[in-house]
């Protein structure tokens, strides 16, 4: 399957469609029961798919059982790499895996394997405007006060943490999101915003409204979903 890096390139890459959004550098634990995704995983290990990268794409309603069309899914995914696999005794697997590069879904294969393939273009973030870096900075204090208010409210202390200081503000909005509650449009929305600006003011806006839902109600986020092959609530850690 190709592999090619550049902007605007295509590639086949093998698809794991989930009920959840996968981010760039957002960890994602998946509980693999499903026999053509155990099938996958074993090709992730073996890098019969190669460098153990594969594609996850938003299920766009819970009505859909079995993804055979594009409409089915989200037209933007993002990569994931394979960095833990623990095989059950019964062949199920628990992985670890990591967002990379964000895709547009242009096409779906549904005989080549026994799982889902798509043709794939790659995406990349618009440049920064002029003076953007300045701007980017200050945004990015925002975000990080929000981001300390809304776990404040939402978690345990031990069980969350802030992204270390020097993550670029290009990269932050994604990893403030990953410990926020969202509903999977605002998720996809994160992902599909190609100016780096825009997706850090994005994650603000969301971050401060969820954490006034939180201090409003006094309630705490529901656990993650668990639809599909049981993502995990994705974390920094």
């Known amino acids: 399957m190709t592999q090619s890096r550049r902007e605007g390139a295509t590639a086949s890459l093998?698809?794991?469609?989930?009920?959840?959004?996968?981010?760039?550098?957002?960890?994602?634990?998946?509980?693999?029961?499903?026999?053509?995704?155990?099938?996958?995983?074993?090709?992730?290990?073996?890098?019969?798919?190669?460098?153990?990268?594969?594609?996850?794409?938003?299920?766009?309603?819970?009505?859909?059982?079995e993804v055979e069309r594009l409409e089915h899914v989200h037209g933007i995914g993002?990569?994931?790499?394979?960095?833990?696999?623990?095989?059950?005794?019964?062949?199920?697997?628990?992985?670890?895996?990591?967002?990379?590069?964000?895709?547009?879904?242009l096409g779906l294969d549904t005989r080549s394997a026994p799982y889902l393939v798509g043709k794939v273009e790659w995406i990349d973030d618009a440049p920064l405007p002029e003076g953007g870096e300045e701007v980017g900075v200050r945004l990015a204090d925002v975000a990080r006060a929000a981001h300390r208010r809304y776990?404040?409210?939402?978690?345990?202390?031990?069980?969350?943490?802030?992204?270390?200081?020097?993550?670029?503000?290009?990269?932050?909005?994604?990893?403030?999101a990953a410990d926020c509650m969202l509903p999977l449009s605002d998720r996809q929305a994160l992902l599909e915003e190609t100016q780096?600006?825009?997706?850090?003011?994005?994650?603000?806006?969301?971050?401060?409204?969820?954490?006034?839902?939180?201090?409003?109600?006094?309630?705490?986020?529901p656990p993650y979903s668990e639809v599909g092959e049981h993502p995990a609530r994705p974390s920094l850690n």
Do not use: M, N
Not at 79 to 95: N, V, Y
């Open 78 to 105: 993002c990569t994931a790499l394979l960095r833990e696999a623990k095989r059950l005794p019964d062949g199920r697997f628990d992985i670890i895996t990591t967002g990379q590069r964000r895709f547009r879904l």
């Open 196 to 221: 780096p600006l825009h997706r850090l003011r994005l994650a603000c806006q969301l971050l401060s409204r969820e954490a006034g839902f939180l201090s409003e109600l006094r309630a705490v986020p």
């Open 151 to 176: 776990c404040a409210l939402a978690w345990e202390r031990d069980g969350w943490r802030s992204p270390a200081t020097d993550v670029a503000p290009t990269e932050l909005a994604y990893l403030l």
């Open 14 to 65: 093998p698809l794991f469609p989930l009920h959840t959004v996968l981010l760039p550098g957002v960890h994602l634990p998946l509980h693999i029961f499903e026999p053509r995704y155990r099938q996958l995983t074993i090709d992730l290990v073996t890098e019969v798919v190669p460098k153990r990268v594969f594609g996850v794409v938003a299920i766009k309603t819970s009505v859909v059982r």
